[in-house]
């Protein structure tokens, strides 16, 4: 006998938790890619151009295999995917605003990225079926941009250049304490789906993310002990408050070529 949830027994409270759930990891996705998409032309060698499209096409790539769980509820994901308001979606607030500098790229990929992949393996581990299926590609696929961002995030800690130092502390620090909030949510929606078995324990999520990033941005001059989650949230969103810029929106719907969608 399958031991996965029979999400027709699920209370209308943990289906609207899953649907939050599934809608925040893929919405993080999708503009992952979005900020990786930014630097196809910018990194800083033509190598890390052609990872930034890679990695790019893989978060659009995770992102639908998310949006299209939500037909496990009995929602299409395609107005999920194309129709929302700006104040709908619920990514990562780090994730707002397009990143300003290559230091700012790598902080993400290792810092919000981390935590993504980090999610996944809560959720992966959980009796979703549509999660353990799909969840370990994803994972393991996420190991390169794990890597390459370790990589990097040393070549900039370690750099003679006080400005990409400066650049990589202040881009970590800006984005850390809105991450640990979202990864370790622990509300009465994220409550519903760690008693439901669908998600771990959200505190071991950030135990286990805090010990591996925590060597890195050591090398940065943080502490990662210090460094608390932030206290504004959006339950209904599961993320902090705020929305993405109005250009980043409109890419991610696809608005300006939905003339020549093919259904």
């Given amino acids: 006998m399958s031991d996965f949830v029979d999400v027709s027994d699920l209370s209308d409270d943990t289906r609207a938790a899953l649907r939050r759930h599934i809608i925040s990891l893929a919405d993080t996705k999708r503009f992952m890619g979005i900020r990786y998409s930014d630097w196809l032309l910018g990194a800083p060698t033509l190598e890390t151009c052609i990872a930034a499209s890679s990695m790019a096409q893989d978060e659009w790539g995770h992102a639908r295999l998310l949006y299209a769980m939500l037909k496990d509820l009995g929602e299409d994901p395609t107005a999920v995917e194309h129709d929302r308001a700006d104040d709908e979606f ?57 890597s390459l961002g370790d990589a990097w995030y040393r070549r900039l800690a370690d750099s003679t250049s006080e400005e990409a130092r400066d650049l990589l502390a202040a881009a970590t620090r800006s984005m850390l304490s809105v991450t640990l909030a979202w990864l370790g949510a622990a509300d009465s929606e994220a409550r519903a789906l760690v008693e439901a078995g669908i998600i771990g324990d959200p505190k071991a999520a950030v135990d286990s993310y805090r010990e591996r990033v925590g060597p890195l941005v050591a ?37 300006r070529n939905r003339a020549l969608f093919v259904e």
């Fill in 90 to 146: 619920a990514n990562v607030s780090a994730l707002d605003e397009p990143l300003p500098d290559w230091a700012a790229v790598i902080a993400a990929m290792v810092l919000v990225d981390g935590a993504i992949t980090a999610a996944l393996e809560s959720f992966a581990e959980g009796r979703f079926e549509s999660a353990t299926s799909r969840g370990p590609k994803m994972i393991l696929e996420e190991e390169f941009h794990r």
């Fill in 219 to 255: 090398l940065a001059g943080i502490e990662l002990d210090e460094v608390q989650p932030a206290q504004e949230w959006d339950s209904r969103r599961g993320r902090a408050p705020g929305q993405p810029d109005a250009d980043s929106c409109e890419r991610v719907r696809g608005d």
